[in-house]
């Protein structure tokens, strides 16, 4: 690596997933309901979201650093969870990837 290279190293912690659909007031019984979103569904949204969040970051480092202050981006996201086995909690590393502004060749802004 030459003297002059620089990267950035991000650390992302990642919350875990919407798993409600819709929710509706029952006036009858004067409750509030919930229908749960399908397991496919879920595991789909939450994916996409992940890949959204960390393209962006990388995006985001890149367009606020002068050209040549960053030389490469890493960026692990990590979620909370309990380990369903021992009930441990855990950290796991869902997502890690590096890039230079290269190589990166970053997509536009998909919105705030």
């Not at 229908?35 to 979201?49: D, F, G």
Request: proline fraction near 9%; hydrophobic fraction near 40%.
């Amino acid at each position: 690596m030459p003297a002059s290279y620089s990267w950035s190293v991000i650390c992302l912690a990642l919350m875990s997933s919407q798993r409600i659909a819709k929710c509706a007031y029952v006036r009858t019984r004067d409750e509030i309901t919930s229908k749960p979103r399908p397991v496919k569904e879920i595991k789909q949204r939450y994916a996409n979201l992940v890949a959204q969040v960390v393209l962006r970051t990388m995006r985001d480092v890149f367009d606020l650093h002068p050209a040549g202050v960053i030389n490469e981006v890493a960026i692990n996201g990590h979620v909370s969870t309990r380990n369903k086995a021992t009930g441990q909690p855990e950290r796991p590393c869902l997502v890690s990837v590096s890039a230079t502004p290269q190589r990166a060749r970053l997509p536009a802004p998909m919105g705030p």
